[in-house]
C-alpha cells in the first residue's frame, strides 16, 4: 500500500513540476513576443519522439532535447531562436498532449509569438492543466488523510 501512495506522491510531484516548466517557458514566449517576429516564425514542428522535437524557426532547424518533459538542450539556430524553441517545444508537446496535430501547434505560432497565439495556447490548455492538478492535489490529499489515520493507530 505505502509503494501506491509514494507512486501517487511521485506522480503529483512530477505533474506539478511540468506544470511549473510550462508557466516559466510561457512567461519566456511573452517576452520574446517582443522581439523580432521574423526569427521566431514556426514553419515546422515534427516530433519523431517526445525526447526530440525538431522545430524550425525564422528559417532555422533547431533540434531540442527533452528529458521527461522538460527541455535539457539544443542545437542549431541562434541563442534567441534555442531559447524560443526549447519554449515553444514545451508548449507544443502539452498541446500534442491534449489532442492537437503538429500541424495545428504550427498553425498557433505561424505568425511569430503574437499575445493572440499565447492566448490560445494558452487557453487550449488551461482546462487540461487544471483538471491535472486537482487530480494531483485530490491524490496528494488522500494520501495525507492516510498516514495521518495510520500514524494515529501507531501511536496509539
Known sequence: MSSI?????????????????????????????????????????NVTNTASPIITIGGDDVTVTMT????????????????VAKAMAVVGLNLLGVGLSNDEVVNF??????????????SQLKGH????????????????????KIAQKLAS
Open 129 to 148: 492543466h487544471d483538471a491535472v492538478l486537482q487530480l494531483s492535489l485530490e491524490s496528494l490529499s488522500r494520501v495525507a488523510q492516510i498516514l495521518q
Open 109 to 122: 505560432f505561424s505568425k511569430g509569438i503574437t499575445p493572440t497565439s499565447l492566448a490560445a495556447a494558452e
Open 68 to 83: 521527461k518533459g522538460i527541455p535539457t538542450s539544443t542545437s542549431g539556430g541562434n541563442a534567441n531562436q534555442q531559447t
Open 5 to 45: 501512495h509514494a507512486d501517487l506522491i511521485k506522480n503529483a510531484t512530477e505533474a506539478q513540476a511540468l506544470l511549473m516548466e510550462f508557466s516559466n517557458q510561457m512567461q519566456h514566449l511573452s517576452l520574446k513576443s517582443l522581439d523580432n517576429q521574423n526569427d521566431f516564425t514556426l514553419t515546422v514542428f
